[in-house]
């Protein structure tokens, strides 16, 4: 890790506004000023992937199962989602970036972090150059995004939430103190909502105030959780950034809109995930020693076999080979009727969060261990 002149990290956290909803906004106009919803039809199981702003005016967000966004907003748009587009958009987004430092993190298909503290001698100033940086992807892409920037990773993340939407904002050298102070505590992503009920209960509700516990009494009650909590609330944070990591699993998953009995059109799906996970692994040049099958239905009933990966075998034979025999006396309890399917979108190699719809049920999915 190394430092500017002055001795500080200088870290530019990007993400795009309402990724997926942007996009189709993009590429519709006339859904402009509308309340978007991407994620499926209203009828439709599963939960909205992203929403606009507009639709988030209705108490809509992301997560948010269909049927009850369609409660709260029966004039929102509704459209399943295209991950292809988000990804082909995406390629754009981290072209533009990479383009600027060699130091870039992607955390997600629309979220990365970058740092820009070797490149003092090419920025003379780094927060014109985060500046440009937000003007550049905006003209380039076509969407909207916030920037944070700040001299750590969580300080530039909580810096980027100060700017949404389509803002920048920059915590400088000896601010840190004055901005954290008077945030509540679920703004850190160490404390999860466990934690915050522990919290609120010693009647401790923002940062200022978990400043007087010390690092002793939050490790014990959190861990070793407790001591990054410690340290990010005063704004330190050494992480450096992974400009480059390998997946430690691969999967791809189907939702199906009815829920399936039929033993032989599970296994000829089943060995259709597995084709798609085998190009995956083939793309990114990837070996997975161990694999594994699931399939779950309405009932919260799952069934899920693993086995080890044979190098001389190939992954869209393991259905005809050894998986079949799993359903032997045991098949999984979902109702008759094929239907129609929807595909969730497959999460992109080395990168977090979900690119698509999810669901509770009518599920079947293959991944692999790397």
């Keep these: 890790m190394s430092l500017s002149k002055n001795g500080r990290r200088y870290i530019v956290h990007v ?16 859904l402009a000023g509308k309340p978007v919803i991407v994620g499926g039809l209203p009828h439709e199981r599963g939960v909205a ?30 459209v399943r989602g295209n991950y292809h587009v988000y990804e082909a958009f995406s390629e754009r987004f981290f072209r533009v970036l ?40 905006e003209r380039e892409i076509g969407v909207t995004v916030s920037v944070g920037a700040a001299p750590n990773k969580i300080l530039a993340k ?23 102070r008077d945030l509540g505590i679920e703004a850190l992503p160490g404390i999860g909502p466990k934690a915050q009920v522990v919290l609120r209960l010693m009647n401790i509700h923002k940062i200022g105030e978990l400043w007087e516990l010390p690092r002793g009494t939050l490790h014990t009650l959190f861990g070793a959780g ?20 390998l997946p430690k699993s691969v999967s791809r998953e189907t939702t199906f809109l009815e829920d399936l009995w039929d033993k032989r059109l599970l296994l000829a799906h089943l060995a259709y995930l597995c084709d798609r996970l085998t190009l995956a692994l083939r793309e990114d040049r990837l070996y997975a020693p161990r694999s594994s099958a699931a399939s779950s239905c309405r009932r919260s009933r799952r069934w899920a076999r693993s086995t ?10 393991w ?51 790397c």
């Excluded at 942007?22 to 006339?30: G, I, T």
């Excluded at 979108?345 to 669901?359: E, V």
């Design 15 to 30: 993400d795009i506004d309402a990724f997926f909803a942007a996009v189709e906004v993009l590429l519709d106009p006339s």
């Design 49 to 78: 992937s992203t929403c606009s702003y507009e639709a988030r005016a209705f108490g809509v967000h992301s997560g948010m199962p269909l049927r009850e966004c369609y409660r709260l907003c029966p004039q929102g748009v509704f």
């Design 98 to 137: 990479h383009a600027a430092t060699p130091d870039v993190e992607e955390a997600s298909l629309d979220e990365a972090y970058l740092e820009l503290t070797r490149c003092g001698h090419i920025y003379p100033s780094f927060t014109e150059a985060a500046r440009e940086l937000k003007r550049q992807v």
């Design 158 to 180: 909580l810096a980027t939430r100060r700017a949404k939407p389509a803002g920048f904002f920059e915590i400088r050298e000896g601010e840190e103190e004055t901005y954290l």
């Design 226 to 245: 407790g001591d990054d909590i410690y340290l990010q609330s005063r704004g330190i944070d050494s992480r450096p950034l992974v400009t480059r990591t």
């Design 308 to 317: 080890r990966s044979p190098r001389n075998c190939s992954l869209s034979s």
């Design 319 to 369: 259905p005809a080979r050894g998986w079949p025999c799993a359903w032997s006396g045991s098949r999984p309890r979902t109702s008759s009727g094929s239907g129609p399917w929807r595909s969730s979108s497959p999460t992109r190699s080395g990168r977090s969060g979900s690119a698509g719809p999810s669901t509770r049920s009518a599920t079947s999915t293959a991944s692999a261990r």
